[in-house]
């Protein structure tokens, strides 16, 4: 017997009459094959084979179909098998499990399936590909347990949080999803390419009453598409967001600025966050979980802009309350969770750098900088006495008056330095690696590094802090001021994750640091009014922040009912400093002589905080600890026709503050200035001046708990309806941490007399320890896209830890001193209607009505005409709102080019009515001469927004993305913010924000492994004003009229410019690899 040379699988040769005939049906036929293939085989067999060959499973496949198979049995025999199950599926996927496995090449020519030798070399070579995704129920709860099965016999079982992975060789499958009590789910064509990652995410439903299983098919296509509308439909409460996809066809560096792109959202400086017209106050930042401090020293805010984007797998804006969420809400809840346990090996760097047309090249001026700014640290000249970490103003006046008051303790650091601006520059750094310990058991780590330093100057007009522009002059006179501000920042940020799950369990844990630098210096001149003259400004800005975050949470399904137990423990450390912060106004000598860095100024004073020239420190540093458990019991209860599927959950969760802050103002006076010195020789020790510190010392060191009790129910009634509802108790003693109710109870007494027992309730009361929150969310199913939604809840809005402390501190943004006040928390109602379309995956059409109505809302306000603020609450406020969004892909039209284009839009419109009060502490109770009652007086109801808010916001993007090419276009608009009001409405502060337009073009090559993005920011050259009207109508000025909303917006040339900025445009590129 002769024998081939060709060999396959562990064989020996095949006899030449059967090579011959093989390759005759195979190549001998070329229409047929390319009208035929083995895949279009559609009988159905089974095979459950162990530990087999190719032979045993071949001859089982005679058995049960029609066709003639031509092999050689003897090699078949060599072709060892490990596992061949397959139950009732195509005779296809059985044939491509041995042309992949065996491997064999397999043609069906004239109803014979024909095999031959395979590619051993080319099959072994190739990598497998994966599977992941998440399965959820029709409630959008992750089900563990769930058993999968691939057409090849390749298997898996979901984590306790619904996820799953497998790795397949490269091929076209199905899938198969099994769970105790749901309908099985099968998922045909399932492709898997080589290295490749498929994403499918599966809806479950419940099995409900039938007495058999049903298993429900459908095709790759079909099953992926119904995951992602789970995803975007399936949330108890109304929530909006951006994907990690979505922030990366931005410019955008950081979260500050990606908000703004979210549907009713607007930003505040590109860092703190307006939601639906609610400023700063009013909305909770969670980042991963965690609610964050305020990280202002005179705001109750988050600093967004500290966030890197690189690190951020998702943003979610939740617009409604549920129970198991913090009631301190009031737009909404800004959701931060960064990259978690990665689902393949990954390893990502990019650099970059950016360009600003009025910045980079040109002159720079900064106070002495010695190099570690730019890693975020603070140069040892703006050090207090040889430090910064002071706990407290008595210490540092303590050592200060023990080592003799000498004006040489504290450097002389006002000299202005010059250079030329460089190119800004940015790193990324992260990357990710998967354990797979078994079958069922997996770890993670991931991890990233970023690094950005940035260089801008801003073009500025002002008429704040005493420089007064002429409201019946010509446009220049609008403002006073003129000026430049020269900003330099470096953001850092580093991030940690190890993880662990398996079918039962997932723990996790997060380290998170972030630290931000960033100064801003402020030189000018214009005229000012007592003293009048036509002065220099100079104002020095600085700000370090700080933030570590540790969170260690768990995830465990007990039983196999779907019980499931969730908890987490966090820490955060937030430190902010303003380390050494100058201001100074004076006369100025100009000559075109002299450097224009040196200033020779003559009678330097400040804004009336202290006396001489100012110079102060500033300490916000806080320990949060959080922590969290939750039981969830889902059970089922049904009459008849109606079905309900439901889950009971029930929480208790809490937080401890400890925060520490002070202020500490220092003056600079006496120096002799008469010959006009340079700025920098202005304050040494031969000009005989003095440097003293404020004898008002603002110390705050309180430690603040909170408790929490939740009980919530979630209904699933029938297929249509669903109802999340609960209630939520939390315990604050907020009067036991406050030092200004403290203060004030002290005067009353003092100027009561201190030997009455006088009686406090009725103010101590306005502040009960412990409040009840309920919510109720409906959804409505309209249809498998559609959604009608309607919301109730109660939150509250309490005051910051730093708004109960004593102080009082020079604020730039307000143009004079801002001091403490008594205010109480702020309740609100919530009334949401809301309709959502999401026709295929990716597209949205959603509009929402909106009501809040608010009890005690704060506002802080100008004290008469002097140039002093003070935090406030009004009587009440009230909200109506509209917000639109649209999300389409022209995909559908399959026209070339204009297929490959998104359009989305978002709009917001608000319509506010706002009534102010002033309080009274100090009254007498008419029936009762020892209790003291707070006395209201009731002001006119004022037609505006509250602080923060505005009547329009407009968001419209344009994508186009077509292989290796994509292009975006974003803008942003802004009408009137209300900026801050004034006790006389007319004198109220309005900003318009910047309009932005920023494109993005990204290129993707070398397999999609390199990606070079182009950035242009700012594109119209637009500029943010903050302005106060001046009405033609006399009806308004006289309080006879409310303004309308066009009266209300910036009218250029007739408006007072209170503070004006223009940016220019920045140019930027991105260069990343993945590996």
């Known amino acids: 017997m002769q024998k081939s040379t060709n060999r396959f699988c562990n064989g020996k040769a095949m006899q030449n009459w059967k090579a011959i005939l093989l390759c005759f049906l195979v190549a001998g036929s070329p229409v047929a094959l390319s009208a035929q293939t083995y895949q279009s085989l559609s009988e159905k067999v089974s095979v459950n084979l162990d530990n087999t060959t190719a032979d045993v499973v071949v001859k089982s496949l005679e058995k049960q179909t029609p066709y003639t198979f031509t092999y050689d049995p003897e090699y078949l025999q060599h072709c060892t098998l490990a596992t061949v199950k397959f139950n009732n599926q195509p005779l296809s996927d059985v044939l491509h499990y041995l042309d992949v496995y065996a491997p064999l090449d397999i043609a069906f020519v004239n109803k014979t399936v024909a095999l031959k030798q395979g590619k051993l070399e080319r099959i072994l070579g190739q990598d497998k590909g994966r599977v992941t995704g998440k399965i959820v129920d029709n409630k959008n709860e992750p089900l563990p347990g769930v058993t999968i099965q691939s057409s090849n016999g390749v298997g898996a079982v979901t984590s306790v949080d619904g996820t799953y992975e497998l790795s397949l060789p490269p091929g076209v499958y199905t899938i198969t999803f099994s769970y105790i009590s749901y309908d099985t789910r099968k998922v045909t064509e399932v492709a898997i390419k080589e290295k490749g990652i498929t994403p499918l995410d599966v809806v479950m439903k419940s099995a409900g009453a039938h007495l058999k299983g049903v298993t429900v098919t459908g095709n790759y296509k079909r099953a992926s598409v119904e995951g992602l509308y789970a995803i975007q439909k399936n949330n108890a409460s109304i929530t909006d967001g951006i994907s990690a996809e979505q922030i990366s066809r931005t410019p955008d560096k950081n979260i500050g600025d990606v908000l703004k792109r979210v549907s009713g959202l607007s930003t505040v400086d590109n860092k703190y966050v307006v939601v639906r017209g609610l400023s700063e106050r009013y909305n909770q930042a969670v980042l991963n979980g965690q609610v964050m401090p305020s990280t202002e020293m005179n705001r109750k805010n988050f600093s967004f802009d500290i966030i890197p984007s690189n690190i951020v797998e998702n943003v979610t804006v939740v617009k409604t309350l549920t129970p198991d969420r913090s009631a301190e809400f009031g737009g909404g809840a800004v959701e931060v969770n960064t990259l978690e346990i990665p689902t393949q090996n990954f390893l990502n760097i990019g650099i970059g750098g950016s360009s600003n047309d009025i910045t980079t090249g040109k002159n720079f001026r900064t106070l002495k900088m010695d190099g570690q700014e730019y890693w975020g640290k603070v140069a040892p000249h703006r050090d207090l006495l040889g430090k910064l970490d002071w706990t407290n103003t008595a210490d540092v006046v303590a050592k200060y008056n023990t080592e003799g008051k000498k004006t040489q303790l504290l450097s002389n650091n006002w000299g202005v330095y010059e250079m030329k601006a460089p190119v800004s520059q940015n790193y990324q750094l992260s990357g990710g690696k998967v354990f797979r310990l078994t079958a069922k058991d997996q770890f993670g780590i991931v991890a990233s590094a970023s690094y950005r330093n940035t260089f801008q100057t801003k073009d500025i007009r002002m008429s704040r802090d005493g420089f007064e522009g002429d409201g019946a ?20 940020g580093g991030l940690l994750g190890l993880g662990y799950k398996n079918e039962r369990t997932h723990l996790s844990f997060q380290t998170l640091y972030l630290r931000t630098l960033d100064q801003q210096l402020l030189i000018g001149m214009g005229t000012h009014v007592d003293p009048s003259g036509f002065l220099l400004g100079y104002y020095d800005l600085t700000t370090q922040t700080s933030l570590w975050q540790n969170q260690l949470k768990g995830e465990h399904s007990l039983g196999h009912r779907g019980v499931k137990l969730k908890w987490m423990g966090s820490y955060a450390l937030l430190d902010k400093q303003r380390p050494d912060n100058h201001q100074l106004k004076a006369s100025m000598m100009e000559d075109d002589k002299l450097a224009s860095n040196e200033f020779n100024i003559k009678s330097p004073f400040s804004s009336g905080i202290s006396d001489g020239t100012l110079r102060w420190w500033s300490r916000t540093y806080e320990k949060d600890y959080n ?66 510190f404020d004898r008002f010392a603002d110390d705050f060191h309180k430690t603040a708990v909170l408790h929490s009790f939740y009980a919530m129910l979630d ?54 320890n412990w409040r009840l929150f309920p919510s109720a969310n409906l959804t409505y199913s309209l249809t498998q896209q559609m959604n009608l939604r309607l919301a109730y809840a109660e939150s509250i809005i309490r005051p910051d830890l730093r708004e109960l402390s004593f102080f009082k501190e020079y604020d730039f943004e307000l143009g004079g001193i801002y001091r403490s006040n008594q205010v109480k928390s702020t309740t609100v109602q919530h009334f949401d209607f809301r309709y959502e379309w999401y026709p295929t995956p990716g597209d949205v059409l959603s509009a929402t009505l909106f009501y809040k109505k608010f009890r005690d809302p704060m506002e802080i306000y100008k004290e008469g005409d002097n140039r002093m603020y003070f935090l406030k609450n009004n009587k009440y406020a009230k909200n109506y709102g509209l917000e639109v969004e649209v999300r389409k892909s022209l995909a559908f039209t399959k026209v070339p080019v204009v297929r490959n284009i998104t359009l989305y839009g978002n709009f917001t419109a608000l319509a506010s009515r706002v009534t102010p009060v002033d309080i009274s502490y100090n009254t007498l109770d008419p029936n009762n001469e020892n209790k003291i009652l707070p006395a209201e007086v009731v002001g006119k109801v004022e037609k505006r927004p509250q602080t923060g808010a505005s009547n329009y916001m407009v968001n419209a993007g344009f994508y186009y993305d077509i292989k290796p090419v994509s292009f975006s276009l974003v803008y942003n608009y802004v009408t009137n913010r209300m900026f801050r009001p004034a006790a006389y409405y007319s004198e109220s502060l309005f900003e318009r924000p910047l309009e932005s337009l920023d494109g993005q073009l990204a290129i993707r090559l070398l397999k999609q492994k390199l990606q070079l993005r182009l950035n242009i920011s700012n594109l119209l050259n637009s500029y943010s004003v903050v302005y106060r009207n001046f009405y033609k109508d006399d009806a308004i000025t006289n309080y006879k009229k409310d303004p309308s909303t066009k009266d209300l917006l910036y009218q250029k040339g007739q408006d007072l410019i209170d503070y004006e900025a223009r940016p220019g445009r920045t140019f930027s590129f991105t260069l990343g690899y993945s590996f």
Request: hydrophobic content about 30%; aromatic content about 12%; cysteine-free.
């Open 715 to 768: 209904n699933k009634i029938n297929e249509k309806w669903r109802l999340v509802w609960g209630v939520r108790a939390e315990g604050y003693n907020l009067n036991k941490v406050n030092d200004v109710l403290d203060s004030l109870l002290s005067d009353i007494n003092e100027t009561r007399g201190s030997d009455k027992q006088l009686d406090y309730s009725a103010i101590l009361n306005r502040e009960p």
């Open 627 to 692: 922590w969290d458990i939750s039981l969830s019991v889902p059970f089922k209860l049904g009459t008849g026709k109606i079905q309900t599927e439901n889950i009971l959950k029930g929480g208790y969760g809490g937080w401890s503050k400890n925060r520490l802050f002070y202020v500490l103002n220092s003056g600079s006076k006496g120096f002799d200035t008469e010959d006009y010195p340079p700025l920098a020789q202005t304050f040494i020790p031969e000009r005989g001046g003095e440097i003293y």
């Open 473 to 492: 002059g010509d446009i220049e006179e609008r403002a006073a001021f003129k000026g430049k501000n020269y900003g330099f920042s470096t953001n850092l």
